[in-house]
């Protein structure tokens, strides 16, 4: 099997993680050239992966040797690139959100609906996360019965006083939207959300302390807990609750060490580490699902259309003060 050129842009923390991932523990693929609006970091993960330095991002889009391409820059940024892919008949692997707004995520889905075949992948690694992959099978395996009720919950440790809370739903609380509509296999058609401030100091509206609420197609429930400042670690759980039985994941690998009068588990610091053996998986999904033309096993632009949508749905929930209809434009039979 020939090895497929791929370009990387946009290589901070997230996207230097996929580069070397690319480079080092996916079979098959190479990294061909990358891209960042710092040039030294670029050049950095450039020699580190053998790659060339491109001068502008549409470049690596346009270039036919470069198979696909895989977006890791800023949030607002990644309509406009993954709409380019599509124009350019490019494979690309966005990472989340596909969009910082549902109609810049739905010019994207019609685009390549009207081509005619699936080109963008969405980063929404908790789908190839071993803990996270763990309950869903449980769940299509008919252990629980039929899912009932998702419970979520996202800790970190601290946010910027004057964080926004708009970025904070569409950079992170997108994920456990996501996990919601991807292990309970059922979409959102209501949504409340609330907030509150663990510190008095946060800007206004800041809030860093998230209850959500979710009515699902089919009368399910969904409740998700973001403590966005936490201040332990970065400590990431669902459970799914069935008629007949509850998955939940597990705590990652790691020893529970007795010491001092305690049993303790240590808890990541970052999302980088938490999640690498899913970040590994899921490149490795794509670079497959690219040699055998074959269905991306992880979201697609509708689902990252949706996580948008509900993402919109929550924040005006929060501002309006009461439960918020999610009203989704019809789905193209191609995402069918």
């Known amino acids: 099997m020939s090895v497929l050129e791929i370009g990387v842009i946009g290589v901070g923390g997230m996207g230097a993680r996929h580069a070397h991932n690319l480079s080092e523990r996916v079979a098959h693929a190479r990294v061909a050239a990358v891209y960042d609006l710092d040039t030294s970091r670029a050049e950095s993960v450039a020699r580190a992966c053998a ?30 690139l993954a709409l380019a892919c599509v124009e350019h008949r490019k494979p690309v692997l966005c990472e989340k959100p596909l969009a910082v707004n549902s109609n810049d995520a739905l010019s994207i889905v019609h685009a390549e609906a009207a081509y005619g075949q699936r080109l963008v992948s969405l980063g929404f ?99 998700i807990e973001i403590a966005a400042s936490a201040g332990y670690g970065y400590d990431i759980g669902a459970e799914v609750i069935g008629d007949h039985g ?39 999904a ?29 924040l005006r929930s929060i501002r309006s003060g009461a439960t918020e209809r999610v009203a989704p434009a019809p789905r193209p039979a191609f995402y069918a």
Not at 200 to 216: E, G, H, M, P, Q
């Open 286 to 314: 794509w670079i497959e699902s690219l040699y055998s033309q074959t269905l991306f096993p992880g979201a697609s632009a509708w689902d990252g259309y949706l996580a948008t949508l509900n993402a919109e749905a929550c």
């Open 51 to 80: 790659a060339t330095v491109a001068r502008d991002p549409r470049e690596i889009i346009a270039d036919p040797s470069i198979a696909a391409v895989l977006i890791a820059t800023p949030d607002h940024t990644h309509a406009a």
């Open 125 to 223: 690694m908790r789908r190839f996360d071993p803990q996270h992959v763990g309950v869903k099978q449980a769940i299509n395996g008919g252990q629980i019965g039929r899912p009932v009720l998702f419970k979520g919950s996202s800790r970190d440790f601290n946010l910027p006083d004057n964080h926004a809370i708009d970025t904070l739903m569409t950079n992170s609380v997108i994920h456990d939207l996501d996990s919601l509509r991807w292990l309970m296999g059922a979409d959102v058609e209501e949504i409340y959300m609330r907030g509150t401030k663990s510190r008095a100091n946060f800007a206004a509206n800041a809030y860093d302390v998230l209850l959500i609420t979710a009515s699902l197609a089919g009368g399910a429930l969904g409740l």
């Open 246 to 284: 509850a998955a939940e994941t597990a705590h990652p690998d790691g020893a529970l060490v007795r010491q001092s009068h305690q049993r303790a588990l240590a808890v990541p610091t970052d999302w980088l580490d938490r999640f690498q053996a899913a970040y590994v998986a899921e490149a490795q």
